[in-house]
Structure formats: structure tokens, C-alpha cells
């Protein structure tokens, strides 16, 4: 288990990059120009939105359970409670930050409950994400984002995993997680952004917004789909027109 004094803080983004990719990419956005810029698939599967209507964009500090085993970790819920390292996930909270958990698709373990995530927000955290459970979930704070496998009335450690590493790579859902991505969460689900690729990703979703949203009134407007979706050269005269009479 990771000694707390090793635990080291994640590198953020700069607030105008999350600003970009919350106005102008999706979790679905996300994924298809993560494909076309070669990676073919960050969608976090298992984690499913709790708290519907809610999007939340920010980077991942992390946190891994491992399998319990009685020699290695036998301690209850409130002992020592600084040796704990699901409280240590907490403590370097910033502004926008989103606490991602690898706890190992287990329905039986709350990895936090109303107290903790009640303090998680007031530090500025503005999301959860979850392969697994919190517990206490008709008390969760209002307004924090929730992606979770689902719910359960247990604590964390009582049953079959407990709190092994903070800010470490991690895989959720299967997907792999680095301290510092970014996570990009709605109501489709949970896209991680590999933080090397963040920026490409604003420029291309501010582009697919843009023609997107032309292509969503002609096809209200009822259309032809071959023409429109995805734009076609033969539409993108038409297109460009738009832009400026729209000041785009």
C-alpha cells in the first residue's frame, strides 16, 4: 500500500482548455475525434450517469483499490483514519478536479459516502467517477457530478477490496487512466482525454460543433442526410455561406 507521504499532486490544465472542450465536445464528440487522432477507444465503460442533465469536463486525480486480503489490510472503518488512502485521494482537491476509481467493478464496496463527498465538493471537486459504488447516494451533494456502477449501503473496506494508491495510472472499466487526463462526462457517459492530445482535441471539437450545428438546421428543415450528415463537399459551399452570415 502507498505510503501517504509519497503521494504526489496532478498537473492541471490551463481553466481556457477546459473551457473550450466543455462548450464545444461531448463525451461523443470526444470519442469520435479521439479515433480519428488515433486513438481508438477512451470511453470508460461501467460508470453510468447518476446525475442526469449534468456535464462536467476537468482533470482525473485517481484512485486504485486492490483485492483485500486480511494480512495486508484487516483494519476497520475508522481506524487510524489517516492511513486510509481513500481520504488522501481528497485532500490535494482543486478547483474542477474530477476523483476517477478503479474500484475493481465491485458492487459491495462504497468507495465514499455523504461526508466524504460533501468535503470533495466543498474543496471544488466537481466530479465522480466510479467502477463500482458510493454509498449514502440520496444524501450525495447537490450539484456534483456522479458516474457510478450504481450504489450500495457498505463502506469501503467491508468486503472485498481496499484504498491501495493515489495518483497513479489505474484502469477503469478497463480503460486506462493517467493522473493529469482529462475526463469529459454527460448523460452518454465517461470519455478519458490523454492530456497530450487535449488541445488537438478543442481545435477539432470547436470545428465539429460549428458544422454540426449548420447540418442540425438544414436536417430540421428537412434536408437531404446524404448531403449534410456528415457535411459533404457538395453542401460545404453552403456551409461557408452560413458562417458568415451567422458571424462563425
Not at 461531448?26 to 450517469?49: H, M
Not at 448523460?187 to 460543433?209: K, M, N, S, T
Request: hydrophobic share 35%; charged share 25%.
Amino acid at each position: 500500500m502507498q505510503d501517504p507521504k509519497d503521494i504526489q499532486d496532478i498537473k492541471r490544465p490551463s481553466k481556457e482548455l477546459i473551457a473550450k472542450l466543455y462548450e464545444h465536445v461531448s463525451s461523443a464528440t470526444a470519442a469520435g475525434d479521439l479515433n480519428k487522432l488515433g486513438v481508438s477507444n477512451c470511453f470508460i465503460p461501467g460508470p453510468n450517469p447518476y446525475t442526469p442533465g449534468k456535464k462536467i469536463v476537468g482533470p482525473a486525480a485517481t484512485l486504485q483499490f486492490m483485492p483485500k486480503r486480511d494480512d495486508v489490510y484487516a483494519d476497520g472503518e475508522y481506524t487510524d483514519p489517516e492511513l486510509q488512502l481513500h481520504r488522501h485521494a481528497l485532500y490535494g482537491t482543486q478547483d474542477g478536479d474530477v476523483i476517477v476509481v478503479d474500484a475493481r467493478g465491485s458492487m459491495t464496496s462504497g468507495v465514499f459516502g455523504n461526508m466524504m463527498l460533501t468535503y470533495f465538493q466543498g474543496a471544488g471537486g466537481i466530479g465522480v467517477v466510479v467502477d463500482g459504488c458510493i454509498r449514502d447516494y440520496p444524501e450525495a451533494p447537490e450539484g456534483l457530478g456522479l458516474w457510478l456502477k450504481g450504489v450500495t449501503p457498505n463502506f469501503h473496506t467491508q468486503t472485498e477490496i481496499f484504498p491501495y494508491a493515489v495518483n497513479v495510472p489505474i484502469a477503469v472499466g478497463g480503460t486506462y487512466v493517467a493522473p493529469g487526463d482529462i475526463i469529459i462526462a454527460d448523460d452518454d457517459g465517461v470519455v478519458v482525454v490523454p492530456i497530450h492530445l487535449a488541445e488537438e482535441l478543442a481545435a477539432a471539437g470547436e470545428v465539429h460543433a460549428e458544422w454540426e450545428e449548420f447540418s442540425r438546421q438544414k436536417l430540421e428543415q428537412g434536408g437531404d442526410l446524404r448531403l449534410y450528415y456528415p457535411l459533404s463537399d457538395e453542401a460545404r459551399p453552403e456551409y461557408e455561406e452560413w458562417k458568415k452570415a451567422n458571424g462563425k
